[in-house]
Structure formats: C-alpha cells, structure tokens
C-alpha cells in the first residue's frame, strides 16, 4: 500500500528516518500525485533516472530491487557522461532524479532549474589504470599516459572522469599523450576490453566492472583526488514522491550495500 504525506511517499521497509533524508536531499519540492492505490491492484508509478555512466551496474542493481520492494513502481535510467546528462536536464528533458558524478555538474542542474533544495553527497570513487588482462604493453604507470608509442586513451576533459584525471597529471607533472578521448568512462573501458587501447584511466569501479577482460593498476596519486557523486530529486519531476522515494531506496542499507559492493566509498 502506498502511503503518502506532506515530505514524502516511503519505500516499502525503509524507516522514516530515511525518508526524511531523501527530503531534504531532493533538489526541488513538489507535491505527491497520481491515483490513490486499490487494495488489491497497485498503481503505476514511473520514474526516469539520470545517472553517470559509472554507475550503470550498482543502479541497475538497485532499480531492480527498488520495483521489487514498491510492487507498480518502473524505474528507467539514462545513462551518460554527467554533462551530457546536466545539458539535457537544463534543455528540458524529461528527468525525475539525478545522480552526478561531480558537483560542478549538479551544481548546474540545480542552478538552471531554480531548485530550492540541495543535492545529496552520497558516494565517493578515485581513478585507476586499466589495462587489457596480462598488461601486453606492460603499463606500470602514470609515466606510460607520456608515452607516444603506448597507445593510452582518456576520457574528454568536459565529462568528470577527463576532469579528474587533468587534476592527477597536473600534479604529477606530466603531460599525457593520448591517441583518443571517450565521450564517458564506459567508452574508455570498453576501448581496453576490446584490445583497442594498451591502457586507460577510469574509475575504480569501472575496473570492477570491466569484468575478466580488463584488469587494474592502482597508483599514488590517485588518493589525493577523489570524486564525490551528489544526487537529488528534481523539482520537475511528475511524480515526486516516487522521486524521493527512489533517493531514499540508494541511501538505505540496501542501497549502500549495493555501491559498496561495485567499490565506491561513503560520502
């Protein structure tokens, strides 16, 4: 049965505590709407979800469960480089919860939408080299992104995953010569799967995820630069307790087990 009130709709199991959390983080306000459920047959609420591409996997997971758990419940997700997915929002597409893999980009989603809410800090992810599985090309560090006859790729510099590695060999002075840049961190991972590419830098988890293809080279400089990912639901949402509720579901224990166990950190 779904039950509704003035902050918000909770998912079935979770304490209201946690509800009130995914309140105050949603970005905007908004009222509860569509038809009051029958006893016996649950309405259809639909949800779209805008997230990072680096969290494809953990929120398939979690949408997964989400329906299980609010029986009627649909969760859609579009997934991409988070500017991308900050430009769509501010041109008006369609989107009931955002989850962003730097604050720059929410901050923009936010400030174009006249949210009247913050956005949530939630996870935290660093960078990692990945590399096909038995390192061919024998990558042993930052120093090899300098190498002209290894051929490395990045993600662009204008999707998070670009900006933070711009950060890492900045610090490290050293100037990376890549043979090609990714539209977002999946493109990169799957351009080292496919032998493309001698190595790469990601997110840890996309390393978790890339699977028996690929493997991970973890290096110093990576722990002074961490990624935070905020998320929110939208003040232009149509249904935003289902909204808040989905917020509330990926800050539950449920949902934290779930990033924790694809490698992310707590905010």
């Not at 909770?10 to 995914?22: C, D, E, F, K, Q």
């Not at 501010?90 to 006249?114: C, H, I, L, R």
């Not at 799957?190 to 493309?196: N, T, Y």
Request: with cysteine; hydrophobic share 40%; glycine share 8%.
């Amino acid at each position: 049965m779904r039950v509704k009130g003035p902050l918000v709709r909770r998912a079935s199991g979770l304490l209201a505590t946690v509800a009130l959390v995914a309140a105050t983080a949603a970005c905007g306000g908004g009222g509860t709407t569509g038809a009051n459920p029958s006893a016996s047959t649950p309405s259809t609420h639909k949800i779209t979800v805008f997230a990072a591409a680096s969290l494809t996997e953990s929120f398939g997971t979690i949408g997964k469960n989400f329906e299980k758990a609010n029986p009627g419940d649909q969760v859609t997700f579009n997934f991409g480089a988070s500017s991308t997915l900050a430009t769509q929002i501010t041109q008006g597409a369609p989107a009931d919860v955002f989850a962003s893999a730097s604050k720059a980009t929410m901050d923009t989603v936010v400030k174009a939408n006249d949210n009247d809410g913050a956005s949530q800090p939630f996870l935290t992810n660093t960078l990692e080299i990945v590399v096909p599985k038995g390192n061919p090309a024998h990558i042993t560090g930052l120093k090899d992104f300098a190498d002209s006859t290894k051929k490395t790729v990045l993600c662009a510099e204008s999707v998070p995953c670009g900006a933070l590695a711009k950060q890492v060999f900045d610090a490290a002075h050293i100037t990376p010569k890549p043979v090609d840049r990714g539209t977002d961190v999946k493109a990169v991972l799957q351009k080292v799967a496919l032998g493309e590419a001698d190595a790469a830098m990601v997110y840890k988890t996309d390393v978790l995820s890339g699977g028996p293809k690929v493997e991970g080279i973890t290096f110093p400089e990576s722990a002074s630069k961490v990624t935070t990912y905020p998320i929110c639901s939208l003040k232009a949402s149509k249904d935003a307790s289902t909204a808040k509720a989905f917020v509330a579901y990926v800050l539950s224990p449920a949902g934290r087990q779930v990033l924790a166990a694809a490698g992310f950190g707590a905010a």
